[in-house]
């Protein structure tokens, strides 16, 4: 019997990955950019146990069942296979934010879960076999490895296509105020929307222009310039919209609430505020600013009729092990 418990904090794309040139092994159809949420993390425990007939995975408190635990099982297969292990395990996790807040919880957890897992397995596994790993259970989660400010290489290998630290979290003062408009769960999820992003007309487009986006929002955020920045996470998320909702089936994220919030970040910005506006695969609007304007931020858009609450989060660190 061995145990691990890991921690990891979920991620903010400023260039986005959406669509995949290989599904199975989640190999992203491009290069994406983001920054590490601190404060939001999710804790995961797993022990491999010759006694337990079959892998068991309860997420905050409740035993779960039917596609989270398949998916669980895929992962922790790949483990076994690298650690030429049979035990099976039990699997406990906790999110500190709340399930459905519009948060990608999966990359979070699929980081964590790579960690005490290959630990847990006994496999001692370097940050970048950690990413490649943490890549098989959710794509996003490979971002979730490395500290900081993080770059996903995309590659036809699956040994290429993991993710680095740019910059370390203290590198800029950037906040995300994350302006909840809807804490449903979402109808379709980021895997099958990958799997539409071939049909729109606009994918290849998008992809073909992504590296000169991720080089100019690189450019901006090593050199602290916002208004650079802004200008060109802004216009990526509104690519990915573009695909999603010219896909088939076509997928629209955004509810009244959204626009509201993206018009009235638009204002402040024309204001003289240095914030901007980014939207993953949810109605919920990543609002983000210097730390020096973020309470100002965060008042403002609880001023919003559509807005239910804000959470904030500074740049965060990497996966880490607890012991
Ligand atoms: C819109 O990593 O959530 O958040 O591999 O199916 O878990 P799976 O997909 P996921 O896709 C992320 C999509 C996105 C953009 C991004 O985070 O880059």
Redesign the pocket.
């Known amino acids: 019997m061995s145990e691990a418990i890991a921690r990891a904090h979920p991620?903010?794309?400023f260039?986005?990955?959406?669509g995949?040139r290989n599904h199975d092994l989640?190999l992203?159809a491009n290069s994406?950019l983001?920054m590490n949420l601190d404060g939001l993390q999710s804790e995961t425990r797993v022990r491999f146990d010759s006694a337990l007939s079959k892998d068991q995975f309860i997420l905050n408190g409740k035993n779960q069942s039917a596609e989270p635990l398949q998916r669980l099982i895929s992962f922790l297969n790949i483990v076994r296979g690298k650690a030429s292990l049979r035990d099976h395990a039990l699997v406990e996790s906790h999110n500190n934010f709340p399930a459905g807040a519009g948060i990608?919880s999966?990359?979070s957890a699929?980081a964590a879960l790579a960690l005490a897992s290959s630990k847990a397995a006994g496999l001692e596994l370097s940050e970048k076999e950690l990413s490649l790993l943490a890549?098989r259970?959710?794509?996003?989660?490979s971002?979730s490895v490395p500290t900081g400010f993080v770059e996903?290489h995309a590659a036809n290998k699956d040994e290429d296509s993991f993710a680095t630290s740019i910059a370390p979290p203290k590198h800029w003062a950037l906040v995300d105020s994350i302006a909840i408009v809807n804490e449903e769960h979402k109808k379709t999820?980021?895997?099958?929307?990958?799997r539409f992003a071939e049909t729109s007309p606009f994918q290849s487009i998008r992809v073909e222009g992504t590296q000169e986006r991720l080089k100019q929002c690189k450019q901006a955020l090593l050199e602290r310039d916002f208004e650079a920045f802004a200008e060109v996470v802004e216009l990526d998320s509104n690519l990915?919209h573009a695909v999603m909702m010219s896909s088939q089936p076509p997928l629209l994220y955004w509810q009244p609430g959204t626009l509201e919030i993206v018009q009235h970040v638009r204002q402040w910005r024309r204001e003289g505020l240095a914030v901007c506006t980014t939207i993953?695969?949810?109605p919920n609007v990543h609002v983000i600013s210097l730390q020096e304007d973020s309470d100002e931020v965060s008042a403002r858009l609880q001023e919003i009729s559509g807005v239910v609450k804000v959470l904030t989060a500074k740049p965060g660190g990497p996966a880490t092990e607890v012991s």
């Not at 260039?15 to 959406?18: D, E, G, L, Q, R």
């Not at 999820?189 to 990958?194: A, I, K």
């Open positions: 991620n903010i794309a260039i986005k990955y959406w995949n989640r992203p994406s983001s990608a999966s990359a699929f890549r259970g959710s794509g996003s989660a971002r996903f999820g980021s895997t099958d929307g990958h990915m993953d695969a949810g």
